[in-house]
Nanobody, 114 residues
Framework: VQLQASGGGLVPPGDSLRLSCALS????????IAWFRQAPGKERDWVSC???????HYSDSVKGRFTNSRDNARNTVYLQMNSLKPEDTAVYYC?????????WGKGTQVTVSS
């Protein structure tokens, strides 16, 4: 099982980015995918998740600005991030629990700065 996050970059405040998390080795249909982020010098924090029924949940810090979606045919989950703020700057990771084991993808850097 592998997860690979991509789509990060450097954007000015107020701009948007769409992150992708590609899952390989298992069929995405049956699993929830969570997003976490880790800012420099801080702990890794949970950001959002989407389950197999496409129910989504968000942390208070991103609610109303970030949106999860999934494309099971592509085995990929997306995190649309709008109205980005400097405090959103972090390495973003996607993660899944499969057969009682948590898997992490390699993170993607998001930097929000003017």
């Amino acid at each position: 099982v592998q997860l690979q996050a991509s789509g990060g970059g450097l954007v000015p405040p107020g701009d948007s980015l769409r992150l992708s998390c590609a899952l390989s080795g298992v069929n995405l249909d049956y699993y929830a995918i969570a997003w976490f982020r880790q800012a420099p010098g801080k702990e890794r924090d949970w950001v959002s998740c989407i389950n197999s029924a496409e129910n989504t949940h968000y942390s208070d810090s991103v609610k109303g600005r970030f949106t999860n979606s999934r494309d099971n045919a592509r085995n990929t989950v997306y995190l649309q991030m709008n109205s980005l703020k400097p405090e959103d700057t972090a390495v973003y990771y996607c993660s899944a629990i499969i057969l009682s084991r948590r898997y992490w993808g390699k993170g993607t850097q998001v930097t929000v700065s003017s």
